[in-house]
């Protein structure tokens, strides 16, 4: 369900996957602008509800420009957050996934430039997922 989410935001949002929006982790040939969409720890899975789980999901927009950073954040921020029973296309899992809220954590936040100087904006999201 990870790389669906990953390519779901992607195709919402108007960015590429592999190009524009790397998925789990950055290759050290990323573009300088890029958006990253990483899975954390937390969230809940529910012994009497099996087909329901609750995702942290992280997206982390980089840019050499502080405004292109925080604009791909605000896109990705305006099209996901506060959304609910959306259908997740099945790519590798093989199950079909709804989406029954999405909820951003926190507005995105400027977290400060990496280790090349580009400017990193991060927001954390809440995918409460139930399978079909």
């Known amino acids: 369900m990870l790389k669906e989410i990953a390519t779901w935001i992607a195709t919402r949002c108007g960015f ?35 087909a329901r789980m609750d995702l942290m999901v992280q997206v982390l927009a980089r840019s050499t420009s502080y405004m292109e950073a925080y604009n791909d954040s605000m896109t990705i921020f305006n099209s996901i957050h506060g959304k609910a029973v959306l259908q997740m296309t099945a790519l590798v899992s093989g199950k079909n996934y709804e989406a029954q809220d999405i909820e951003a954590m926190n507005a995105p936040q400027y977290i400060g ?12 999201y809440i995918f409460r997922m139930k399978s079909k």
């Open 16 to 50: 590429t996957m592999g190009t524009t929006l790397e998925f789990g982790h950055r290759k050290p040939t990323s573009a300088d602008r890029c958006l990253l969409v990483a899975f954390n720890g937390g969230g809940a899975t529910y012994f009497d509800l099996p």
């Open 113 to 124: 430039p990496d280790e090349k100087g580009r400017h990193e904006f991060s927001c954390n």
